[in-house]
């Protein structure tokens, strides 16, 4: 497949916007557990908690939150967090359903949310929180020109 072609097939969509069964996608894959032993939280997440965080996400003039989709399909979320207006800079995560991942799937969509955040929000940094034994995603920011700022592996771009 070409990357252009690729990249077209590939969305962010606020998740404000999304259908009830939509809602249910992402915290059904907010539950994968190749999902959850990457980010802070770990247990389950429980409709009424997945309900509390959409809330939360909906009312925040801070925290911003987009389902990605390849091909119509969500695969996936993206969040930028701890946006600040007056200096320009946020923290972002994503993560991508186990079901849709295939090579060259996590690249474009980090290529594809850098560029967004940066002409959307006019960031002058973008900051992102990687645990430690996440390897893969620690070699592939430092690809993408993260550098690391903090021994806990918080990166700036």
């Not at 809602?23 to 959850?36: A, Q, T």
């Not at 939360?56 to 930028?80: A, E, P, R």
């Amino acid at each position: 497949m070409n990357l252009k072609s690729f990249l077209n097939n590939l969305n962010f969509e606020n998740i404000i916007s999304c259908s009830e069964v939509e809602l249910k996608k992402i915290k059904d894959i907010r539950n994968e557990d190749n999902i959850r032993k990457n980010m802070r939280t770990k247990h389950k997440i429980l409709i009424k908690e997945h309900s509390e965080w959409f809330e939360k996400i909906k009312n925040s003039k801070k925290n911003f939150f987009y389902v990605i989709k390849y091909k119509n399909n969500i695969i996936g979320g993206l969040g930028l967090s701890n946006y600040n207006k007056n200096e320009l800079f946020g923290e972002w995560s994503y993560y991508i359903s186990e079901k849709t991942k295939f090579i060259g799937l996590g690249a474009s969509i980090e290529y594809k949310a850098i560029e967004y955040f940066f002409n959307s929000y006019k960031l002058n940094s973008l900051f992102c929180y990687v645990l430690k034994h996440n390897s893969s995603v620690l070699k592939m920011h430092n690809r993408f020109g993260f550098e690391k700022i903090k021994f806990i592996n918080y990166f700036k771009y």
